[in-house]
């Protein structure tokens, strides 16, 4: 458990807020509160921290089954739950059966409300103090607009019974900008463990970065066939800029051990880490549990996985894909020390002995895991169940995604211990974990410079996009690349650095390998290479909130 800058969650119910619609009852929220400076930082600490319960476990789920680095699977029925997470896996996501994902699209339209409250709150958007909630809005717009296209731009408080439409991807793209390019330099400046998981000039900087190099993506129609990845982006010199006000700045660095940032132990020390999520397992109630879905079905037993027994069950449904784990075939590389499974010059090999890793250090240990008197080996291959199961009921490999619940089934797929768990917070706090999660990382304003380069953008500052990319595999002791990097190049190399940090989709996007072949999503789902997969339908609950709304690609997502 860490001691943080964030205030608890009995200080941050001062401003609690909650809707799950745009139609809400201005007189529910609270227009006076305490004139303190406690209870104004209590304001901005509950505008600022409105995403973490959804990045805890529900985004995480859709964004990452979504891409090539995970499928989940289900246990002979186990963690099937109506195919909500399977359907991210095959790009053939129900508007019903995942509303547990996508309603997330009510937790950033909640905080984006809860900041618009407190805005209003503390005076108005002609506030200089205002600017960082302002920032963080503009975020959780990002959000929703990345994953849903079009959307609401709510800059004020609604008034009783007001209902707003959604703006087309590329008038909020324009607004998002605007709204960034206001503020940033009235947010906070410093870095330091005051100003660390709010909005900064830097948060600003990198979010404009990310906003530029998708330009193509937002101001387009990403959804028709004829989008071409490769077209001219207008924004790549403004990208470039926003990266190097951060490069410059001389806050940031990669001086950090690659897989010692993703500890339980980070925090406002690591100098890679722009804008993170700090995470308390003693504190959040809704806190982050991405080891309870990642660890293998039956790793929390005597003889586990980690070196701790988990008294608290795990899940065990989402596991990596073998064409992503191809990714991590570079010797020496300390990003292979976040995968459980054979990796750098063992890459061939396509079975995997696990060894507990230590709970202090995630290292693997020379203790054999086993289960039930059995030694643990994980396949990276991920194989359907197909004859009977144990109750003689027939098995036909199907969407379902089903591998079995037995050993057999619960050890397929290689797994990510990158945001490894404290098991004694874990077993405490309900699976909760102390890791902070990084939104935006000097890593990624160093590759995204290296990519709008490649793309055409005018090289600044003596950076080559070789020299930016080979820094990249310089502080993880990788072998240097030697040459020039290819758009193809980037893509692996940001597939290696940013696994579990939700930009795969983002990036598999804006690449044109969306559609590619990977899981069983090409088996199953005979629209697996619609372009329209490339934003995500509502949910039912939203569209039955907002009845003024239609759905995504009319037809499609019906």
């Not at 570079?330 to 396509?350: C, H, M, T, Y």
């Not at 820094?471 to 190399?493: C, F, K, M, N, W």
């Amino acid at each position: 458990m860490k001691t943080r800058y964030i205030f608890s969650s009995a200080i941050l119910a001062l401003t609690a807020i909650s809707c799950t619609d745009l139609d809400v009852d201005i007189k529910s929220q609270y227009t006076e509160l305490p004139d303190s400076e406690i209870a104004t930082e209590a304001q901005l600490s509950n505008a600022f921290y409105g995403f973490r319960g959804a990045l805890g476990r529900r985004f995480d789920e859709g964004v990452s089954c979504n891409s090539d680095e995970y499928t989940a699977v289900s246990f002979d029925g186990d963690y099937l739950n109506g195919r909500d997470m399977a359907n991210f896996s095959l790009h053939m996501i129900d508007p019903d059966a995942s509303k547990n994902q996508l309603n997330v699209y009510n937790d950033l339209q909640s905080a984006i409300t809860n900041c618009n409250q407190v805005i209003f709150n503390l005076g108005g958007e002609d506030v200089d103090a205002v600017a960082p909630v302002r920032a963080v809005r503009a975020f959780y717009t990002f959000l929703l607009m990345d994953l849903w296209g079009d959307t609401p731009i709510i800059d004020h408080i609604l008034a009783e019974g007001e209902r707003i439409d959604r703006t087309p991807r590329a008038k909020v793209a324009e607004w998002i900008e605007s709204e960034l390019l206001t503020v940033r330099d009235k947010c906070y400046t410093e870095v330091n463990p005051f100003t660390y998981g709010k909005p900064t000039c830097w948060m600003v900087d990198a979010l404009l970065a990310k906003l530029y190099i998708n330009w193509n993506v937002y101001t387009k129609d990403v959804t028709k066939s004829d989008w071409n990845p490769d077209a001219p982006n207008a924004k790549l010199d403004d990208c470039i800029a926003a990266c190097d006000r951060i490069i410059n700045s001389k806050h940031f660095n990669l001086n950090d051990d690659y897989k010692i940032k993703f500890m339980y132990t980070n925090g406002s020390q690591i100098k890679d880490f722009i804008y993170a999520m700090p995470y308390d397992a003693a504190t959040d109630t809704d806190g982050l549990n991405y080891a309870r879905f990642r660890t293998w079905r039956r790793g929390q037993e005597k003889n586990g996985f980690y070196s701790i027994e988990m008294t608290n069950s795990v899940g065990g449904n989402m596991v990596l894909t073998p064409k992503f784990v191809e990714l991590f075939c570079l010797p020496g590389d300390r990003r292979n020390d976040v995968i459980a499974g054979n990796v750098g010059d063992k890459i061939s090999e396509s079975t995997f002995d696990v060894y507990q890793y230590d709970n202090a250090t995630g290292d693997p240990t020379t203790v054999r895991n086993t289960y039930e008197g059995t030694d643990i080996t994980f396949t990276k291959d991920i194989t359907l169940a197909s004859g009977v199961d144990k109750d003689g009921n027939p098995q036909i490999p199907n969407a379902d995604l089903n591998v079995g619940a037995n050993i057999t089934g619960w050890t397929q797929g290689y797994r990510s211990i990158k945001f490894f768990p404290d098991v004694n917070d874990y077993n405490i706090y309900s699976r909760r974990q102390d890791n902070d999660v990084p939104i935006f990382r000097y890593a990624d304003i160093l590759l995204t410079k290296c990519e709008a380069i490649v793309r055409g953008g005018i090289a600044t500052g003596n950076d080559t996009a070789q020299s930016l990319f080979d820094q990249i595999r310089s502080y993880v002791h990788a072998p240097l690349l030697g040459q020039t990097p290819s758009l193809d190049d980037i893509l692996d190399e940001r597939g290696r650095e940013f696994l579990d940090e939700h930009w795969r989709r983002n990036d598999l996007i804006r690449f044109g390998k969306f559609e590619e072949p990977w899981g069983f999503k090409d088996e199953y789902n005979p629209n697996a290479r619609d372009p329209r997969n490339r934003i995500w339908p509502l949910s039912v609950d939203i569209l039955n909130n907002n009845t003024n709304w239609t759905q995504n690609c009319p037809g499609f997502y019906d």
